[in-house]
Each structure stands twice: as structure tokens, then as C-alpha cells.
Nanobody, 112 residues
Framework: QVQLVESGGGLVQPGGSLRLTCSAS????????TNWYRQAPGKSRELVIR????????SYLDSVEGRFTMSRDMVKNEAYLQMNSLQPEDTAVYYC?????WGMGTQVTVSA
């Protein structure tokens, strides 16, 4: 059974950093596109950043450009979202998506 499990969320102060992990089972992340989405309270889910099967990465939000990066470990079958210089507007539930599958999300709260 395919599972994507996000972890690494939490409460962080403005300017802080977090690294989210997407751990996959029964699906190989590197064989297709892996996406990180986020959904803030009262807002629609939005695509944050994408890694293609060949490893290229594209950010889809101007607000995270230069602050968020994505990487993966093909041995561990994990994808990562490194988030730096976090701001309150980054507060959201962050979801991993791959090959049509979704994780349950991990909450990121940026607050003083």
C-alpha cells in the first residue's frame, strides 16, 4: 500500500528554519514528479515547489523563491523541503504529493 508520510513540521519563530521530510513506501519518489503543496487556514491548497524525476527543481511561489529548496535521498526514498527565513505567512499544513498520492500533511506554524 502506497504511503507518503510528512514529518518535521512544528512551531518556529519568524526567521527560523525547518526541514520537512516526505517518506515514501511502495512508491519510488524518483520515478515521477514530487511536489510540496501547502494549505493555509481558509485558503486553497497551493503548489509550493516541485522536483522532477530527473532531479530538476522548480518553485511555484514567488514568496518562497530563495528561501525554500527541495532535495531527495533516493536510497532512503525520501524528499525534503528546506525552509529558511520563515515568515508568519508560511503558516500552513504542508503536503507531499507523488504519482497521484498524498500524505496527510504536517503543520508548520510561524509565530513569535
Amino acid at each position: 500500500q502506497v504511503q507518503l508520510v510528512e514529518s518535521g513540521g512544528g512551531l518556529v519563530q519568524p526567521g527560523g528554519s525547518l526541514r520537512l521530510t516526505c517518506s515514501a513506501s511502495d512508491v519510488t519518489l524518483s520515478q515521477s514528479t514530487t511536489n510540496w503543496y501547502r494549505q493555509a487556514p481558509g485558503k486553497s491548497r497551493e503548489l509550493v515547489i516541485r522536483m522532477y524525476a530527473r532531479g530538476g527543481v522548480t518553485s511555484y511561489l514567488d514568496s518562497v523563491e530563495g528561501r525554500f529548496t527541495m532535495s531527495r535521498d533516493m536510497v532512503k526514498n525520501e524528499a525534503y523541503l528546506q525552509m529558511n527565513s520563515l515568515q508568519p505567512e508560511d503558516t500552513a499544513v504542508y503536503y507531499c504529493n507523488n504519482d497521484g498520492y498524498w500524505g496527510m500533511g504536517t503543520q508548520v506554524t510561524v509565530s513569535a
